[in-house]
């Protein structure tokens, strides 16, 4: 663990990166998507990732998703528009460090899906 530690702040200071150890921000939340092939109604899989390593996983995370709908329906538990551009994501419980959530929707379109905000301790 220590020697993993030191390679990663080696590598950090090397190219110039910064690790804030012990704080997660918005820019620690991944979210992508990519359309599945299939025939019919598209589909698409979505997932979301804390890449926070250390710290306070967030929670009561929303993003911006529009008029989000399914032909397929997705659990309500993993993600949620609760208003207009309002998704919620995992019910509001936290994200823990590299955890993942993933769904699939059904549309004739993609939505584009962003952070819109997220509580961090």
Known sequence: M???L???RIFSMASGLEINEGMCTNR???????RESSTGIPQYIVQIVNTCMSG???SNIHL???WFASAKIVNPRTFKRVSYDD?????GLPLKNSQSIRFTYSNSFMYPLQLKSARFC
């Open 2 to 4: 220590m020697v993993t």
């Open 6 to 8: 030191l390679i990663i």
């Open 28 to 34: 620690d939340i991944s979210i992508s998507q990519v």
């Open 56 to 58: 306070c996983a967030p």
């Open 64 to 66: 911006h998703c529009g």
């Open 87 to 91: 998704c919620l994501v995992n019910e």
